[in-house]
């Protein structure tokens, strides 16, 4: 069964304290992993998507990697405004490009 | 630019009413979906269509019905409304090839008492 797993489930961090969170999956085929920002009240929205192992992206303070069981949101320095839900989303070879496959999120909560 | 619209944004139904959210996107995407979000579960497939007059359905589609008679618009449909389907609902579109970028609405509150 495919799977998306996000840990951890909430991070509480200090204004420029950086820290890394997990997405890891056990799909049968990948073609794309996907990472989300959601604010309270929100849709997702988009920041990364990424497609092969070793692959980085990067958009201010966050970093996107990809290995080919896990991929890691990078924060880098964060600020209170980057307190959200994070999400993790795949995409499956062999299914519509729009599906995604969702992880539960983790709660980032940065204190000034 | 709208993007994805969706309506209502909050709505509260009886066990039993039957009701539409209605999805409406402005950038000639193929592909619309709905998925629901609940705590604990993550965002859920609910129903997709890969362009107008098909249409499929996803993870959780018990309850739920849609059609995609245009492009633009994809209306999700509860004909007989349960407490089990309170959740927030999320429209999604996309263009449907490899890069795509997938975009979603606001959301729509739903509670069923």
């Known amino acids: 069964e495919d799977q998306v797993t996000q840990s951890p489930e909430a991070l509480r961090l200090q204004e420029g304290e950086s820290s890394s969170l997990n997405c890891s999956y056990t799909?049968?085929?990948?073609?794309?992993l996907f990472w989300y920002r959601q604010d309270p009240g929100k849709g997702p929205e988009f920041l990364f998507t990424?497609?092969?192992a070793g692959e980085e992206k990067e958009k201010e303070r966050l970093k996107a990697t990809l290995t080919k069981k896990e991929s890691f949101l990078h924060i880098t320095a964060p600020k209170p405004e980057d307190s959200a839900t994070y999400l993790c989303?795949?995409?499956?070879?062999?299914?519509?490009?729009?599906?995604?496959?969702f992880g539960q999120g983790t709660i980032l909560t940065v204190h000034p | 630019n709208a993007g994805v619209t969706q309506t209502p944004k909050f709505q509260v139904l009886k066990t039993g009413q039957s009701m539409t959210l209605q999805c409406a996107q402005d950038?000639?995407?193929?592909?619309m979906s709905w998925y629901r979000q609940d705590p604990g579960m993550g965002l859920r497939l609910i129903h997709y269509?890969?362009?107008?007059?098909?249409?499929d359905q996803g993870e959780v589609p018990n309850g739920y019905n849609v059609s995609r008679s245009t492009t633009e618009d994809f209306p999700l449909r509860l004909l007989s409304a349960a407490p089990s389907q309170t959740s927030v609902y999320f429209c999604?579109?996309?263009?449907?090839?490899?890069?795509?970028?997938?975009?979603f609405g606001e959301g729509s509150w739903l509670t069923v008492v």
């Open positions: 799909v049968s085929g990948l073609r794309g």
């Open positions: 999604a579109s996309s263009p449907t090839f490899s890069g795509n970028t997938i975009y």
């Open positions: 950038m000639n995407h193929e592909y």
């Open positions: 269509s890969v362009g107008a007059g098909i249409t």
């Open positions: 990424l497609y092969s």
């Open positions: 989303a795949v995409q499956l070879s062999g299914t519509s490009y729009g599906k995604l496959t």
